[in-house]
């Protein structure tokens, strides 16, 4: 974490694997956000990541201990879920500067922050839908409209940089070398407003969709995630096993290629299953 004047940096570090989500960075980002949110001289966030991903999802490594029960999984899912909450509560305005992957919990990271530039270079999506997995914090019906959500969910397809723009996922692509110039430069804009009015503004716009049923949805959504995660299924058992037996990377390959589109095969993320650490979605 840096602060530079009115405005605090978060920076996913952990570029090796793609800056993916365990249980540690989960808690750092947590007591960050508490720690920020006491600081009246810091009035905006920047969440950014290291390397070539802005986040990959959640850590797939293996546990010491599994998860195999529901309560083990709605557990799991109660420490991602909280750091999000954090951001969506906050008194200050928080910005994703998606410098690259943004995929499965880091997409959800992404939508729940209230203002987010994307790289050229960034693909968003939710992939885990292949492997048999779902959004826990399911904030994608709240970004998009009714029939891009189904299709972004159901199919598990990624999306570059434009197309996020043209779904509502993103505000603005910017070229890669510029990313953070912009972001500091959004940041400060909404730095030099009244505090007062950014941050009932926030308050406000946020209680419209939590009157509308934002919260309960998600929380609803979350149990879904633990159903999904529990049940059976002749495909997540081939993943699984083709994991445990030539490793995570090669289960990737396997569902990159089952799953395939076509004429998505140009653009960025065709390059996906080549670059994926073993540990990530």
């Known amino acids: 974490m840096s602060v ?105 990271l992404s939508m729940v922050c209230d203002y987010t530039l994307a790289s050229e270079a960034a693909v968003f999506g939710e992939p885990e839908i292949q492997f048999q997995s779902a959004p826990p914090f399911n904030i994608t019906p709240w970004i998009l409209g009714m029939k891009s959500a189904k299709e972004f969910l159901l199919f598990g397809d990624r999306v570059n940089a434009e197309d996020a723009v043209r779904l509502g996922l993103a505000n603005r692509v910017v070229p890669a070398d510029q990313l953070r110039a912009e972001a500091m430069k959004t940041a400060l804009r909404l730095a030099k407003l009244p505090p007062p009015s950014v941050e009932l503004n926030k308050l406000g716009l946020n209680r419209s969709y939590e009157l509308r049923g934002f919260q309960p949805a998600i929380e609803y959504g979350a149990e879904i995630f633990t159903q999904v995660l529990m049940s059976e299924s002749a495909e997540a058992k081939e993943f699984f096993e083709r994991m445990n037996r030539d490793g995570l990377k090669a289960a990737f390959k396997w569902r990159d290629e089952r799953f395939a589109v076509p004429e998505f095969r140009s653009k960025p993320a065709a390059t996906l299953a080549a670059t994926q650490s073993e540990e990530i979605q």
């Open 4 to 108: 530079e004047s009115t405005v605090a940096t978060l920076e996913l570090a952990r570029p090796d694997k793609l800056n993916s989500l365990n249980d540690q960075i989960l808690i750092d980002m947590q007591n960050a956000l508490d720690a920020l949110e006491g600081d009246a001289d810091v009035r905006v966030v920047i969440i950014t990541g290291q390397g070539r991903a802005f986040c990959a999802g959640f850590d797939l490594s293996p546990r010491e201990k599994p998860f195999t029960t529901v309560q083990d999984w709605r557990e799991h899912v109660k420490l991602g879920n909280e750091t999000w909450w954090r951001i969506w509560k906050s008194r200050m305005p928080v910005i994703a500067a998606v410098n690259g992957f943004a995929l499965g919990g880091g997409c959800d």
